[in-house]
């Protein structure tokens, strides 16, 4: 077993400000998002400025922030929050949705979209490769605060976290979202999107890949006690939230691939 690294989720504290590692991983995954999109950015569209990049990214991350935290309300705990409404705004204590997220980028993209000349697909292929980094900080700053740790097991690398009151050794959920959601689908997204691809076919990628990999980790993590499992004793939210993403993302690399090959393009 392997001990949990006591740190502290308060990465600052000055006097009543406290700035938690939880909010520096979401700026530390915007901020690498952005820095990676300007070095891509010639490649995208040679005529796009900087500024408008910066445009671009400001729309997207309020689309993950606003669309992350109303998607944790309506898919996990939206009796808490109507009971407390004020719960939403404590965002420092986690509770944010993937899936929410991915819904507020979304709709960040087609309102951008429509008012710079791309269309959707244009953009969220853009986008698709950048994702991961702050997926990946994102489950560090879950593992830092000792939350969505996953179910018992004696593997050698369990660990004990802080936070569970039964106090046993847990396969760290977060580590294997950040090795599979952050690093493979970077290194994934990042080789497959270095050739040219059909508009469609990234985000399908992105789509497909992730599904697949939050679906697999919910079977050793454990599920949001206010929900349980869903059916079968085994299905969590989230794979129910990943069962589209899965058949999407297929279909959308399918539709993508016939598509050129109507069009007569090799």
């Known amino acids: 077993m392997l001990a949990y690294p006591q740190i502290d989720p308060v990465a600052i504290a000055l006097g009543p400000l406290k700035i938690h590692w939880y909010g520096l991983m979401y700026l530390i995954g915007i901020g690498g998002a952005w820095w990676l999109a300007s070095r891509r ?11 408008k990049l910066s445009d671009l990214v400001f729309w997207v991350a309020l689309g993950v922030i606003a669309g992350g935290r109303l998607g944790y309300v309506l898919f996990y705990d939206l009796s808490a929050y109507i009971a407390n ?38 953009l ?9 980094i702050g997926l990946g900080a994102g489950r560090i700053g879950n593992f830092i605060n000792a939350e969505l740790w996953g179910k018992a097991t004696d ?3 369990a660990m004990i976290f802080p936070t569970d009151p039964a106090q046993l050794p847990r396969h760290p959920s977060q580590l294997y979202q950040f090795a599979l959601e952050g690093v493979a689908l970077f290194a994934i997204l990042w080789f497959y999107s270095r050739k040219p691809r059909p508009t469609m076919a990234v985000s399908g990628m992105f789509a497909l ?30 794979q129910v939230l ?21 069009q007569g393009v090799a």
Not at 96 to 105: K, R, T
Not at 124 to 132: G, Q, R, S
Not at 251 to 258: K, P, Q, S
Request: charged share 15%; net charge positive.
């Open 41 to 51: 950015l010639k490649a995208f569209d040679p005529t796009w400025s900087k500024e």
């Open 85 to 122: 409404p004020l719960l939403i705004f404590e965002v420092w204590k986690g509770g944010m949705s993937f899936h929410g997220g991915l819904i507020g980028v979304m709709l960040a993209t087609l309102w951008f979209g429509q008012r710079n000349g791309k269309s959707f697909f244009q």
């Open 124 to 132: 969220m292929d853009f986008i698709a490769p950048l994702v991961p």
């Open 155 to 157: 593997l050698p690398w």
């Open 209 to 238: 890949c992730y599904g697949i990999f939050r679906f697999v980790v919910e079977f050793v993590r454990v599920p949001d006690a206010q929900l349980g499992y869903l059916a079968f004793n085994w299905l969590t939210m989230g």
């Open 242 to 262: 990943c069962l589209p993403m899965i058949v999407g993302g297929i279909a959308l690399i399918v539709w993508a691939y016939r598509r050129r090959a109507a």
